[in-house]
């Protein structure tokens, strides 16, 4: 399903806190850490030019200039690298040290940062991440990439958050994420935006690192990485990592979602004197996720594991580049609430540039994907609100499922160094819908070298899989049955997209980035009665609307050892069921959709580079209310502040002390009803750890 589950609400269990006493304690342990950081920041006005004299010792995001974060090379809104302030699409790019310095311990908290990008946090393994709204578990509509490598998993129409996109921080090189659909270049599934997780080439790695820490929330957890070389040109890299997660808090004291997991992989890099370089990767983990009860049913750990190789080869001419890239990806789990599910992914892709035309840069690309799907067996569970019995299959419970794609974009220098026209459009067939064609034209215009404007107009698609038109799900009600079945006409949902934007730097220290984007939707995935007794219902297209927003960053860097930034998104969702619609579910409603995601996000951000090679950094974050609906609660508003201290005893060696959710004892993120005879919805805790990182 998408969305949330659907339950009834009971009041939830009075029980004694007996995090009472620790609570105290650490929110003394709190106050003695913000009155530290608030000495230090004193401090460091005081002894500013001591700070900058540190500050050059140390290699860091503070030392990286306003206009030289505009010019980082982007690749994903059209496959090609070009400069983050000349791509005529809404992009951001979360660095390395963004990552390190928010404190973060896994992608979807490190998504945080970007703008236009909703996380909601459902329990201590599970998040709902989607980019300017239709927010949901399954995050049916952000198409999510590892290196180039889809993690779109079509068994569940949606990302795994929890065990598929892991990496250890450190490795991780940038975070690339489009605001808007990519489907011109990208294809299926990239409606609301693209999240590309870029890891570090293997030279850029040498050496050995380990890092370990452990505290309240993250009981404890560390990786070793070490890299080294394979002749003159060759280099690589291998890495484990381990995790330790207690569960979230839980007002019944069901404190069912601890998680653990362990990855491991490696990375190997080429680089010829003629051009070519070649990059071989591969990564193994293995997960145990908790899982709630359902009724008087205790269904214990889910299993989850997987691997997956990735190869690219790519020749870099002088007005010519080729890339061929292929990769695997097996993914099996059994969360004993469904069917177990293996899904695995083939998929070969070749892309050229070239620049030979005057004033056009041609950028065109092949592709296939061959995904075979096995959800084994038939599940028998329970209902989490009233108990009611029922089976949940798939038919067929095997199947394989091709995609053939092929894309052409056409840039053109209509008056060069000033005004670019891009043209293009990506051609797919699939086995469920058929063809699809998602074309793409966007203007930008470059006034000035300091200042960029840039508009577009692009159609984007969600295909359907083997969920919309293979799930049955039949309840058990005694003197009849209640049955879920499948549509074997399922459409496409459909986006077309406006947007525009305007970048300028207008002081070496000060940056701006404004958005404006108007989405209109069509034929998305609502669920339809069939037949009222027996009662059918199946899923169908019957819901259309649109949604209205914009998004503001600021970067600003008052001195050269402090560091700003801002950004503000806001959104206005409006959804109606079409004419013809026979709704059944609150699931899966216009109600449902238009209370998906916040309206309005704030976030700030600073980092100090501090004498005596300290850095304090910290992240403040304003998330807008979801109104309740149905026999959905509402979910307050909410500010967080998370605080990060950290001491470069030497190049080498690095503690540091992090706070997260510092402003409340627990909150929650997600609306989920408290299900009759099961656990309550989970909050997300006040938590501490520490850390230690060391380099060889």
């Given amino acids: 399903m998408d969305g949330k589950i659907c339950a009834n609400t009971s009041a939830p269990v009075a029980v004694k806190d007996h995090r009472l006493v620790k ?25 500013a030019e001591d700070a900058t004299k540190a500050s050059t010792r140390l290699s860091g995001l503070t030392e990286m200039s306003i206009e030289e974060l505009m010019n980082i090379k982007v690749t994903l809104a059209s496959k090609k690298p070009e400069k983050y302030f000349d791509t005529p699409a809404a992009v951001y790019v979360i660095t390395n040290e963004d990552i390190r310095r928010s404190g973060v311990t896994n992608i979807p908290d490190a998504l945080r940062m970007a703008p236009g990008v909703e996380v909601a946090r459902i329990d201590s393994t599970k998040w709902s991440v989607t980019i300017r709204g239709l927010g949901s578990e399954l995050n049916r509509r952000v198409l999510v990439l590892m290196d180039g490598r889809s993690v779109y998993n079509p068994g569940i129409a949606g990302v795994y958050w929890d065990d598929a996109v892991d990496y250890p921080l450190e490795d991780i090189d940038r975070i690339e994420i489009v605001r808007g659909p990519g489907g011109s270049v990208w294809g299926t599934n990239a409606i609301n935006g693209i999240i590309n997780i870029i890891t570090k080439n293997a030279k850029d790695t040498q050496g050995g690192q380990v890092n370990v820490g452990g505290g309240t929330q993250e009981r404890a957890f560390g990786d070793v990485r070490y890299g080294g070389k394979m002749g003159g040109n060759a280099n690589y890299r291998v890495y484990a990592k381990y995790f330790n997660r207690g569960p979230l808090w839980h007002a019944d004291g069901n404190n069912y979602d601890d998680w653990q997991g362990g990855q491991a992989g490696f990375s190997t890099f080429w680089d010829s004197e003629n051009g070519n370089t070649l990059r071989l990767q591969g990564d193994f983990y293995d997960t145990r996720l908790g899982q709630h009860s359902v009724g008087y049913q205790i269904l214990g750990n889910a299993d989850s594991w997987g691997g997956n190789i990735l190869g690219r080869w790519q020749r870099n001419g002088e007005q010519s580049n080729t890339t061929m890239q292929f990769y695997y990806d097996h993914v099996y789990r059994n969360n004993k609430r469904e069917p177990t599910g293996i899904v695995d992914n083939l998929d070969f892709q070749f892309q050229y540039v070239t620049s030979s035309f005057s004033r056009q840069e041609i950028n065109c690309g092949l592709g296939y994907r061959l995904t075979a799907i096995n959800t084994k067996g038939i599940y028998g569970g329970a209902d989490p609100t009233s108990g009611v019995p029922y089976d949940l299959f798939y038919d067929p419970d095997r199947r394989n499922d091709n995609l053939f794609t ?21 051609f797919e067939h699939n086995d469920y819908s058929g063809y699809e064609i998602q074309p793409n034209a966007r203007l930008l215009w470059k006034p000035t070298p300091n200042q960029s404007a840039w508009a577009s107009v692009s159609r984007s698609a969600r295909i359907p899989t083997e969920v919309e038109e293979g799930l049955f799900l039949i309840g058990h009600y005694g003197v009849f049955d209640v049955t879920f079945e499948p549509n074997k006409d399922f459409k496409s949902e459909e986006l077309t997209a406006y947007e525009a934007g305007y970048r300028i730097q207008p002081a070496k220290r000060l940056a701006f980035d404004l958005t404006a984007y108007y989405n209109v939707y069509r034929n998305l995935l609502s669920t339809e009665s069939v037949s009222p007794f027996p009662p059918v219902v199946t899923f169908g297209n019957k819901i259309s609307g649109d949604i209205l927003g914009g998004e503001l960053s600021i970067d600003y860097s008052p001195f050269d050892w402090w560091k700003l930034h801002a950004s503000q998104s806001i959104m206005r969702i409006s959804m109606e069921p079409d004419s013809d619609s026979t709704e059944a579910s609150t699931e899966v409603s216009a109600p449902a959709y238009e209370n998906s995601s916040p309206s309005h996000q704030t976030l700030l951000r600073s980092y100090m580079d501090l004498p005596y090679n300290l850095k304090l950094d910290c992240t403040f974050r304003f998330v807008g209310r979801l109104p309740a609906y149905s026999t959905y609660p509402e979910i307050s508003s909410y500010s967080n502040l998370d605080v990060r201290l950290a001491w470069d005893i030497k190049p080498s060696l690095e503690i540091s002390l992090v706070g997260q959710n510092l402003l409340s004892a627990h909150h929650p993120e997600y609306s989920i009803p408290v299900p009759a005879g099961g656990s309550a919805p989970s909050e997300i805790e006040r938590g501490v750890y520490g850390e230690v990182k060391w380099q060889w």
């Fill in 23 to 47: 609570g105290a304690q650490f929110s003394a342990l709190v106050i003695l850490s913000l009155l530290l950081a608030a000495l230090l920041f004193f401090f460091s006005a005081a002894y």
């Fill in 406 to 426: 092929a894309f052409a974009q056409d840039e053109i220098a209509l008056v060069p160094s000033i005004f670019f026209l891009t043209i293009g459009s990506k």
